[in-house]
C-alpha cells in the first residue's frame, strides 16, 4: 500500500480537500475526468463559513483580490421592482470572522489548483473513475484507460452524478424542474444593473434573477432561475431560450431587460438528492455535491464542500483513515442535511405567490438589515 489519498474529481471541492489533507503533510494525488481542469464561466458567492476555510487554507487575500467584498444581500420583488429586505455584510469579518466574497469561479478554482500545485498534491487529468475499492488497509481506484492507483484512502468528491456515491446508496439525483441561465459579462456590455455594492435576487412566482459585480467590478454576473411549465407537462425539451423570455416577460423592466444578457447556449437544470447519512465506509468517503448535492437558493453547495474539507483535514490529522472517515461523516452529514432541506424551503420561500407571498413580504418588512436570526447557524461556526 502507498500512503497516497487519492481525490476523485478535481471541482472546488476536490481541490480544497487535495490542498487541506497535503497541508497534514499527507501525499495526495487528484484523480480528474475531464481534459483539462476548469469551472464554469460564471459568479459565486462564498459566505464566511467557506471563506473562513480559505483564510485557513492560506488562500483568502488572493481571492479577495480577485474578487468583491459586497456590501449587502438584497431580496427585491421581481415583478414589483422594490426591494423587500436585505442584510447588512460590513459587520461580517468582525462578526463570523471571515468576509462575504462573491468571485468568479474560475479565479477560485485557479486558486485552489495553484495552491494545490505549490503543495505538492499529484494532479491528473483525463481520469475517468470506474471503481473504487476498499482492499482492507488499502484502496483500489481504476480509470476507464485501465490506471490503477492504489493508496491509504479516497474520496468521492466526484459531484452530483457520483459514481462513488453509488457504493453508498442507490438513489438518483432529483430534478427540481426549475433550470438555471447563469454568465459572467464584461462591465461595458452591460447596459442594466442593480446597484453595484449588491448581491441582488430579485424573486417572484417560480422565477428569480441573481445580479453582483465580479472583478473588482470589470464583469457582471447574473443567474436567472424559472419553474418550467413545459418540465410539468412532461416535454422533453424543457427550460428553452423561448420559454426564458416567456416567463420573465411578467417581470420590472429592470429585470426584463437584464435578461437579454444572459447566455442562451447552455442551460442547468437544477437537481438535488434527499440527505443520506452515511459518507464514509471503511477507507472511502464522499465529499462535497457527490455527499450532499443541494439547490442552489442558499449559494452553499461549494461552501459546504469547502467545510467538508476542513472537517476532513482535521480528522485525519487527528486519528487512522477509518476513525477519521468516521468522526468526519458524524460531524457533516447532520449540518449538510440541514442545509440541503433549508436550501429547498428557501427556495420555496423565494418563488410563493398570492396569499403567501403576501404573508412572506410582510415578515421581511419587518426585519432589519442586522437580524442574523436565519443565519447565525450557517454563517456561524457550527456547534462542536
Ligand atoms: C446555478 C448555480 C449556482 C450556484 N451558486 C453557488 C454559490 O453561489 N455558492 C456556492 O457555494 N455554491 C453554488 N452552487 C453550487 C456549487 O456550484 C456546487 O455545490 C459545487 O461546485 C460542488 O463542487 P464539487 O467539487 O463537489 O463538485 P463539482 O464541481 O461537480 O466537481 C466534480 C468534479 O468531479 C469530476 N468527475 C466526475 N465524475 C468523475 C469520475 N468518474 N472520475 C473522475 N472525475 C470525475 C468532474 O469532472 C468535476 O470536475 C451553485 C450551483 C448552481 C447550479
Not at 428553452?240 to 416577460?249: C, D, G, V
Not at 432589519?368 to 456561524?380: I, K, S
Amino acid at each position: 500500500m502507498t500512503s497516497e489519498h487519492l481525490v476523485v474529481g478535481g471541482g472546488i471541492g476536490g481541490l480544497a480537500t487535495a490542498l487541506a489533507v497535503a497541508r497534514t503533510g499527507r501525499p495526495v494525488r487528484v484523480l480528474e475526468r475531464a481534459a483539462e481542469f476548469g469551472e464554469v464561466g460564471a459568479g459565486i458567492q462564498l459566505a464566511p463559513n467557506a471563506t473562513r476555510v480559505l483564510d485557513r487554507l492560506g488562500v483568502l487575500d488572493e481571492l479577495r483580490e480577485v474578487g468583491v467584498l459586497p456590501r449587502r444581500l438584497v431580496l427585491a420583488d421581481a415583478v414589483a421592482g422594490h426591494e423587500l429586505t436585505a442584510l447588512d455584510l460590513t459587520d461580517f469579518p468582525g462578526r463570523y470572522g471571515a468576509p462575504y466574497v462573491v468571485a468568479h469561479r474560475t479565479d477560485v478554482h485557479r486558486i485552489l489548483l495553484d495552491a494545490c500545485r505549490a503543495a505538492g498534491v499529484a494532479l491528473e487529468t483525463g481520469a475517468d473513475v470506474t471503481d473504487v475499492r476498499d482492499t482492507g488497509g488499502g484502496v483500489e481506484v481504476t480509470c476507464a484507460d485501465g490506471r490503477v492507483h492504489r493508496g491509504a484512502a479516497a474520496v468521492g468528491a466526484d459531484g452530483l452524478r457520483s459514481r462513488v456515491r453509488r457504493q453508498f446508496s442507490d438513489d438518483e439525483p432529483i430534478c427540481s424542474g426549475y433550470v438555471a441561465y447563469r454568465g459572467a459579462v464584461p462591465m461595458d456590455q452591460v447596459s442594466r444593473h442593480a446597484d453595484l455594492r449588491d448581491v441582488v435576487a430579485w424573486v417572484g412566482p417560480g422565477l428569480h434573477l441573481v445580479q453582483y459585480p465580479l472583478r473588482s467590478g470589470s464583469m457582471y454576473n447574473q443567474v436567472a432561475v424559472f419553474r418550467s411549465d413545459a418540465y410539468t407537462r412532461g416535454e422533453a425539451d424543457w427550460g428553452t431560450p423561448a420559454e426564458l423570455t416567456e416567463r420573465f416577460a411578467v417581470c420590472c423592466d429592470h429585470v426584463r431587460e437584464s435578461t437579454p444578457l444572459l447566455g442562451r447556449d447552455q442551460r442547468w437544470p437544477m437537481y438535488d438528492r434527499e440527505p443520506i447519512a452515511t459518507w464514509a465506509k471503511g477507507r472511502v468517503a464522499l465529499l462535497g455535491d457527490a455527499a450532499h448535492p443541494m439547490v442552489q437558493y442558499l449559494a452553499q453547495g461549494a461552501c459546504q464542500a469547502l467545510e467538508d474539507a476542513a472537517v476532513l483535514a482535521d480528522a485525519l490529522e487527528r486519528d487512522d483513515v477509518e476513525p477519521a472517515f468516521l468522526a468526519y461523516q458524524q460531524d457533516r452529514a447532520p449540518r449538510a442535511a440541514r442545509v440541503q432541506r433549508t436550501a429547498r424551503t428557501w427556495g420555496q420561500i423565494w418563488h410563493v405567490d398570492g396569499v403567501a407571498k403576501l404573508l412572506r413580504d410582510e415578515l421581511f418588512r419587518q426585519r432589519g438589515e442586522r437580524d442574523h436570526t436565519h443565519v447565525e447557524w450557517l454563517y456561524g461556526p457550527p456547534p462542536r
